[in-house]
């Protein structure tokens, strides 16, 4: 009996092998191949492949600078007699802010006035002298050592008209700085320096903030920047926008600024393998200042001739990221792709597909391999198959 019992249990575990065997050596059971040719065809948008120009909107932290900021400095030495603005206003480009003593460098000019009046004078006396011993010495009247005397004495008057007008006009610039003028427009801060205290050649006096138009500089990852520069080939910089959003409660954006790209550099950082890029925005209620941390987005940016489907579209299986392709028969297929960027609503696919292909585009909830479908018309837009 036990002999028997081990035979039996031998030819049980063997006819069970054979039967996993069996179906292991099949796509699908037959049980289940019936069931899905009796299961209704899934009503699903498909699209077939086709390479198309994406857009894209990228976006890149950014501390916000303001690269026209100016730092008042005195250029002449003096008591600051008057301070003409308020900390904190606004300031236009040649308004004055100082007085630095000004009664000190207009005397300064009335000295060198007078000087170039007195080298004038004796500019014309020595041009007369030398007129008259050159008619001097045709009659021989003269000697030709006197002449030279008069030639070499009208050069020293001319010299010194020079000098003078050298010096009168040294004299007017420095009487300009007595005045310090803003040099831009913008916000003018706290001044560094009180009225009535000596101020020297060199000394800060306030920081003048330009906050309109605002320059906005940033890195752009190296691939990003090489995909612009090839696009730029066919537009101008300035047709790409840009938005500068401001972080708000809980991180979400609360307000924006429209602006455009002005300059995208010609080198990686070795050190971060970006390329920087800077982007000028009209910031005219000062809605933004300099130190804020931002977050600038790029818009008109392409992708040219990639393969797309809807984000939706794309779902994970067992070998990675992967897509729905219909064969002949309209049944469905998992595809493992390669993914690329996601653009908005699309999914760059880098590899996995070829144009041509017929990819299920809508929501994939329900489909399986071998799930018949029946295709329906995809307008085109990824927003639609979300909803």
């Known amino acids: 009996m036990k002999t028997l019992f081990r035979h039996g249990r031998v030819t049980l575990l063997g006819l069970a092998a054979g039967l996993l065997l069996s179906a292991c050596g099949e796509e699908e059971p037959p049980a289940q191949a019936a069931a899905a040719q009796q299961r209704p065809p899934h009503p699903v948008a498909v699209a077939e492949m086709a390479r198309q120009d994406i857009p894209l909107e990228r976006s890149y932290p950014s501390l916000l600078r303001s690269d026209d900021e100016v730092t008042l400095v005195a250029r002449v030495t003096g008591f600051l007699e008057a301070r003409h603005f308020e900390p904190g206003q606004r300031v236009e480009a040649g308004q004055k802010l100082y007085t630095i003593e000004p009664d000190l460098y207009q005397a300064t000019v009335n000295q060198r006035e007078a000087d170039l009046q007195s080298a004038r004078a004796e500019l014309a006396r020595a041009e007369r002298d030398a007129e008259r011993f ?14 030279d005397q008069a030639r070499a004495e009208l050069g ?68 990003d920047a090489f995909e612009l520069r090839r696009q730029l080939g066919d537009q101008a910089i300035g047709e790409i926008r840009a938005t500068l959003r401001l972080p708000g409660e809980n991180g979400v954006s609360a307000e924006s600024l429209a602006g455009r790209l002005d300059f995208l550099g010609s080198r990686v950082d070795e050190a971060t393998s970006t390329v920087q890029a800077s982007a000028t925005f009209a910031n005219p209620d000062a809605a933004v200042l300099p130190g804020q941390f931002v977050r600038v987005s790029l818009e008109g940016l392409t992708r040219f001739d990639v393969l797309a489907v809807p984000e939706i579209a794309v779902t994970q299986g067992l070998m990675g990221p992967q897509v729905f392709v219909l064969d002949d028969e309209n049944v469905a297929r998992a595809r493992t792709v390669e993914l690329g960027e996601v653009a908005g609503q699309w999914q760059i696919i880098r590899g996995g597909l070829e144009p041509g292909e017929r990819v299920v585009v809508g929501d994939p909830a329900g489909i399986e391999p071998g799930t018949p479908i029946e295709p329906q018309p995809f307008g085109g837009d990824a927003g639609e198959v979300v909803e």
């Open 156 to 223: 020293i008057a001319r010299a010194a008209v020079a000098q003078a007008e050298a010096a009168l006009a040294s004299a007017r610039i420095d009487l300009g700085y007595a005045e310090v003028t803003a040099p831009v427009s913008g916000r003018i801060g706290l001044s560094e320096v009180n009225v009535g205290n000596l101020v020297g050649s060199g000394t800060e006096l306030a920081t003048i903030t330009p906050l309109d138009p605002l320059e906005v500089r940033f890195q752009l990852p190296q691939r």
């Open 134 to 147: 050159e008619r001097l010495l045709s009659q021989n009247s003269v000697s030709q050592q006197q002449v």
